[in-house]
């Protein structure tokens, strides 16, 4: 997995690149504590570029929801491939998390 972290106006976008599974969820958590160190308005995860996610890639994310919304930051998950927007569909976390088509979308919220 890779990982870009992009500062804009409003938000903090990271945008991890490939597989999110356990021999990288621990890098991944990482990072989406750092993003969030800066207590930023948005932070949105692009998962345009993930093409599969394993049960730690979830469990990463909600870790990161509980903090940002203990610090009053919006998390706003984007471009969720099928395979992964699967995954959060049969945990019914797609209706916990808010989801956004794309990354420009994901800026309007």
Do not use: H
Not at 47 to 55: E, F, I
């Amino acid at each position: 997995m890779e990982l870009k972290v992009e500062k804009l106006d409003n938000a903090v976008v990271v945008s991890p690149t490939g597989d999110i599974d356990l021999s990288c969820s621990r890098d991944f958590q990482q990072w989406l504590k750092k993003s969030l160190e800066s207590r930023p308005p948005r932070l949105i995860v692009d998962l345009a570029n993930v093409p599969y996610m394993d049960s730690s890639g979830v469990a990463t994310l909600v870790e990161a929801m509980q903090i940002a919304r203990r610090q009053s930051t919006k998390l706003v998950l984007s471009g969720l491939q099928p395979k992964v927007r699967s995954i959060f569909e049969i945990a019914r976390l797609d209706r916990v998390f808010t989801l956004a088509a794309d990354l420009n979308q994901a800026q309007a919220i």
